[in-house]
């Protein structure tokens, strides 16, 4: 089945350090894959996505490519702020014929960052 | 205001009481959704409905049951609630359309349930 895995937090970072957060998928097909960002106290919401193979998602600051070869979605940003400690979610969302529009969810990597 | 929203937002109840979580929402979507969240395991889907007559199982449906009142309400019911249902409980919806790319979902704020 389709499944998502995170690496495991929690990572600590300093002020303007790089981030990455790597994400790997298993799923058949193309599916579509997303990062979802939780603040503290609230619910989850989109920061990018990608659709298709080597597509690049972008948002305030973060990116992460669709690399098919290695069935990979890998989060970075180049100089993280306190503001951006949050909780981190890997989804994808499986284009099935039966386009029930489900997301499968990764266990999530929780960011915390230091001044 | 915000476009899904969730009450109670928190809830503290005991074993085998009956307790219901609502979700509205004022996007217009017909696809919703609800899940739990546990620490280490992500959010797992409980059930999910494309509209008001069409209501699935998720994959962890058992002990849980739900209602789909209108176009923009969507509750889920615990029959009698047991200390592992603890969790953070939370509402999405998405619409029907894979143009830009398909099934985002939009989240509601969550209601955080403790059963004792």
């Known amino acids: 089945g389709n499944s998502v895995t995170q690496m495991e937090g929690p990572v600590t970072l300093s002020e303007e350090a790089f981030l990455t957060i790597n994400c790997t998928y298993t799923?058949?097909?193309?599916?579509?894959l997303f990062w979802y960002v939780q603040y503290p106290g609230e619910g989850l919401q989109l920061l990018l996505k990608?659709?298709?193979?080597?597509d690049k998602g972008s948002n305030k600051g973060f990116e992460a490519t669709y690399r098919k070869e290695t069935t990979s979605f890998h989060l970075e940003k180049g100089s993280v702020q306190v503001s951006d400690s949050a909780v981190y979610f890997c989804?994808?969302?499986?284009?099935?014929?039966?386009?029930?529009?489900?997301?499968?969810f990764g266990q999530g990597t929780t960011l915390q960052v230091k001044p | 205001d915000a476009d899904v929203t969730q009450t109670p937002r928190n809830r503290i109840t005991k074993t085998g009481k009956r307790i219901m979580l609502e979700c509205s929402q004022t996007?217009?979507?017909?696809?919703m959704y609800w899940y739990r969240q546990d620490p280490g395991l992500g959010l797992r889907l409980i059930y999910y409905?494309?509209?008001?007559?069409?209501?699935n199982k998720g994959e962890i449906s058992d002990g849980y049951s739900v209602s789909r009142q209108a176009q923009a309400k969507f509750s889920l019911s615990l029959e009698s609630a047991i200390p592992n249902q603890t969790a953070l409980y939370f509402c999405?919806?998405?619409?029907?359309?894979?143009?830009?790319?398909?099934?985002?979902?939009?989240f509601g704020p969550g209601t955080r349930l403790t059963v004792l």
């Open positions: 999405a919806t998405s619409d029907t359309s894979w143009a830009g790319g398909g099934n985002e979902q939009f």
């Open positions: 799923a058949t097909g193309y599916p579509s």
């Open positions: 990608a659709t298709k193979a080597d």
């Open positions: 989804a994808l969302s499986d284009r099935s014929s039966s386009n029930t529009g489900k997301l499968i």
């Open positions: 996007k217009g979507h017909d696809r």
């Open positions: 409905s494309f509209d008001v007559k069409d209501i």
